[in-house]
Structures are given as structure tokens and as C-alpha cells.
């Protein structure tokens, strides 16, 4: 139960951190479109964006409800229910599942999902913590699929050969 109520809390924490900052970026990035962070490296801009990542499926927000909401649902009860026991995979699914319905509050809400930060040295999409929160997620668990991975193989290799029939005697001693 108390496992339960901590990923919970955490979950509701990461949410509200993201939105806390989408909404200071509403309030102080839309008037004025954008402002430098580390100058001609990253800046702070102010754009909405209606589709998923790289603004791919623009316009269907119903779609995008529905299936984010699915998919977090399903996070959520194996976050609670079946309790990853590694560290690393509960960090990650519990930031996939902060960072989803994070942006998921900004579609049901507004219809689109607040964005705030510009890389300048690279052409790459605006996004936001949220954003950050999935893919250091996604990374998470896919390091530790490495990682099991890799402690597999070192408990296969010291494992010493299957037992081999004894060795034949000539029967002298």
C-alpha cells in the first residue's frame, strides 16, 4: 500500500512540476514569443503544439487522448500492481507515466500541449519537461534491458559446463 501511495505522490509531483512550468511559460513566454536561456544555444519559445512528438499526428487530438490514456492506464497499474523490482525500470516507467500525463493534461484541457525549449545549435523540435520526463523514461528502461542483459551473460559464463558424462576408467587404480 505504501508502495502504491509513493509512486502515487511521485507520479503527482512530476505532474505538477510540469505544470507549474508550462504554466509560467504561458504567462511569461506568450507575450513576448521567446527569450534566451544560454544565449545561441538554447532559448525559451513559447509554441503549441497540437499533434504528438515532431508534431506528428497534428490535429487528432480524440486519437491521441485516447491511445496516451490507454497506454498510461496500463503504466500505472504495472507501476502499482506489479511493482518493477529493479530501480532503474520503476524511475523510468514512473517518468513515462509523469511526463504522459503531463502533456495528456495539456490535450484533454487546451487541446494542445504548451512547448518552451529551443535548441539553436541543432534543428530540432521545441519541447518541454514532460517530453524530457518520456524519453530519459524510455532510456532508463532500455538501460536496464542492457543491463540485465549483460548480468545474464556473466551468471551464464560462471556457470560451469553441463554435467559431462565421467571420464572412462581403465580400471587400474
Known sequence: MISALITIVAAALLVAIDQGIKLWATVNLAPVGSMPLIPG??????YLNNGAAFSILQGKQT?????????????????????PVKKLEYIGWLFVLGGGIGN???????????DYINLLFMDFAVFNFADILVC???????????LEEVVARRKKEELPPAAEAPEQSDGAV
Open 41 to 46: 544555444v538554447v532559448e525559451l519559445r513559447y
Open 136 to 146: 530519459t523514461g524510455i532510456g532508463l528502461l532500455l538501460l536496464s534491458l542492457l
Open 104 to 114: 495528456l493534461v495539456d490535450r484533454v484541457m487546451n487541446g494542445e500541449v504548451v
Open 63 to 83: 486519437f491521441l487522448i485516447l491511445f496516451t490514456g490507454a497506454a498510461l492506464l496500463v503504466v500505472a497499474w504495472y507501476l502499482i500492481f506489479k511493482k
